[in-house]
Structure formats: structure tokens, C-alpha cells
């Protein structure tokens, strides 16, 4: 069994910047890519930021690029994603995922997902 579990959302104003964190446990996590997903209301999942095993291999989303940061501490079984200069429009509910299968290749769909932890909300007030 693999579980996630997101923590650091709230509530920031237009500009602020948040850190959020995933802690995951269970299954092996070697050679597996985990990533951020986030949904907002009445819109469908989208990715935001992968990451691989070693963290040498990052990918961004457009929208994440420049503002977003995501790292992987593998000793403490914690995932980050530091966003800053955020706008309203990154009001999400955001998902701290793992790949399905075990590859060197970026999780950028939500297809390729294995395991998706309960999400953090995260408000962004203009």
C-alpha cells in the first residue's frame, strides 16, 4: 500500500507564496517518479511539477514554470513544491502523486498516476 499525505495549503494573498509538503510511506518509492497534480473548481486534473528518483530529472508545466520549485528529500520520505508569486488563478485543490510504474520518465499524466494522496487546498485571495 502506498500512502501520501499532503500538508502546507491555506490561505495566501495574490503575490505570497506557499511550501507545500508530501510525506509518503508504504510501497517502495525507489525508482518510482512522483509529481504535483491540481484541480480547480469544475476543471479537470492538470499537472504541475515532476520529479524522478534522484531528483536530476524535473519537469514543470508552463504555468509552473519560473514560480514553482519541486524537490524530494528520499531520507525523510518528503516531497516539496515551493510556489511563489502566486495568483488567484492557482486556487486549487492540489494532489502529491506517484507513478504507477516504476520508470525513468517524467509522471506529467494523470494516466501514468499510481497512487494520489487526499489533496491540499490552496486559496489564492486578489
Known amino acids: 500500500q502506498v500512502n501520501l499525505v499532503e500538508s502546507g495549503g491555506g490561505l495566501v494573498q495574490a503575490g505570497g507564496s506557499l511550501r507545500l509538503s508530501c510525506a509518503y510511506s508504504?510501497?517502495?518509492?525507489?525508482?518510482?517518479?512522483m509529481a504535483w497534480f491540481r484541480q480547480a473548481p469544475g476543471k479537470d486534473r492538470e499537472f504541475v511539477a515532476s520529479i524522478n528518483w534522484g531528483g536530476t530529472d524535473i519537469v514543470y508545466a508552463s504555468s509552473a514554470k519560473g514560480r514553482f520549485t519541486v524537490s524530494r528529500e528520499s531520507d525523510k520520505s518528503t516531497m516539496y513544491l515551493r510556489m511563489n508569486n502566486l495568483p488567484p488563478e492557482d486556487t486549487s485543490v492540489y494532489y502529491c502523486t506517484r507513478a504507477r510504474v516504476p520508470a525513468s520518465v517524467p509522471l506529467t499524466t494523470v494516466a501514468a498516476v499510481g497512487s494520489w494522496g487526499q489533496g491540499t487546498q490552496v486559496t489564492v485571495s486578489s
Open positions: 508504504g510501497r517502495t518509492f525507489s525508482s518510482y517518479a
